[in-house]
């Protein structure tokens, strides 16, 4: 378990104008609405309430740049896949993405998140290949494991590995922000990639 002294909220950014100006190393977060990227945060960070864990999702409509005792910077992407949110937001969304991944030098890697009981879905595919596009490492997270059977847990993560491609260095981690599984294992992946 990592203990940060500091863990804070730097800026919500709605364009690349209001982007920090730092060169702390950057890993990007993503994934769809309600799949539990601020209960990831939080259990990450040992924090309780350092990102906003909303009832409604896709509340998140910025990146969110957290500071890590002025070491590392995780960087919270807007959830997508939310049926509420308007064709003009999706096209920003996507300028949003793109601006971030093809301009931010900072950037070390991505760390996508998805809900365990469910395959993930096309828009988790465009997440991780953006990552693969841009030639930085990539690892999925799959979050709310203590909410399945064990006798689920193998073939939901084996779903998951399929429908993503994933390759040999492209690392799954069971994960469950309940319980703590997959917080040391996820720090010690993440880790020598901010570091590199």
Not at 4 to 16: R, Y
Not at 30 to 52: E, Q, T
Not at 75 to 97: C, E, H, T
Not at 170 to 187: A, H, M, N
Request: aromatic share 10%; glycine share 4%.
């Amino acid at each position: 378990m990592m203990n940060f002294q500091k863990a804070e909220l730097v800026i919500s950014a709605p364009d690349k104008k209001s982007w920090p100006d730092s060169d702390l190393p950057e890993i990007v977060l993503a994934g769809r609405s309600n799949v539990g990227k601020s209960s990831f945060i939080n259990a990450m960070c040992n924090r309780k309430k350092l990102a906003y864990v909303g009832n409604s999702p896709g509340k998140t409509r910025l990146l969110n740049f957290f500071n890590l005792d002025d070491k590392y910077m995780f960087v919270d992407v807007p959830g997508y896949g939310y049926a509420k949110i308007s064709k003009a937001q999706l096209i920003k969304f996507g300028q949003m993405m793109e601006d971030y991944f093809s301009e931010r030098s900072q950037k070390k890697g991505l760390v996508l998140i998805v809900d365990a009981r469910h395959k993930p879905t096309d828009d988790d595919i465009t997440m991780i290949e953006f990552a693969r596009y841009y030639e930085i490492p990539v690892c999925v997270v799959a979050t709310k494991m203590d909410k399945l059977k064990s006798s689920q847990r193998h073939k939901q993560l084996k779903l998951i590995r399929q429908t993503l491609e994933l390759s040999e260095d492209e690392k799954l981690f069971p994960f469950s922000s309940e319980t703590k599984q997959g917080i040391d294992e996820v720090w010690e992946y993440l880790i020598p990639i901010f570091e590199s």
